[in-house]
Nanobody, 121 residues
Framework: QVQLVESGGGLVQPGGSLRLSCAAS????????MGWYRQAPEKQRELVASITSSGTPNYADSVKGRFTISRDNAKGPVYLQMNSLKAEDTAVYYCNADLWSSGDMSRRNYWGQGTQVTVSS
């Protein structure tokens, strides 16, 4: 079993900052990449940022220069520092991990339960 547990969401005013965290636990052999996705009401889930096992980040154009993704080591945790938040950043944010399970040595995508981020005055 593999679990991703997120924390750090909440309500913040426009221009403010939040930091999301995601920790992976369970039968993990290797994590290839971790990332953050978000889904706003009536919109499709979209990639916000991802980071490879070697630490190479990738960002959606809408968050470049405002968000920073990082990880402590090859097995996480992974963080998303969100600065200069805008109303359009409001969404449920989901942690994602592309990893090899040590249980059955299979490669799968895993998702966290999601954490709400609301940007409003």
């Amino acid at each position: 079993q593999v679990q991703l547990v997120e924390s750090g969401g909440g309500l913040v005013q426009p221009g403010g900052s939040l930091r999301l965290s995601c920790a992976a636990s369970g039968n993990i052999f290797r994590i290839n990449a971790m990332g953050w996705y978000r889904q706003a009401p009536e919109k499709q889930r979209e990639l916000v940022a991802s980071i490879t096992s070697s630490g190479t980040p990738n960002y959606a154009d809408s968050v470049k220069g405002r968000f920073t993704i990082s990880r402590d080591n090859a097995k996480g945790p992974v963080y998303l520092q969100m600065n200069s938040l805008k109303a359009e950043d409001t969404a449920v944010y989901y942690c994602n991990a592309d990893l090899w399970s040590s249980g059955d040595m299979s490669r799968r995508n895993y998702w966290g339960q999601g954490t709400q981020v609301t940007v409003s005055s």
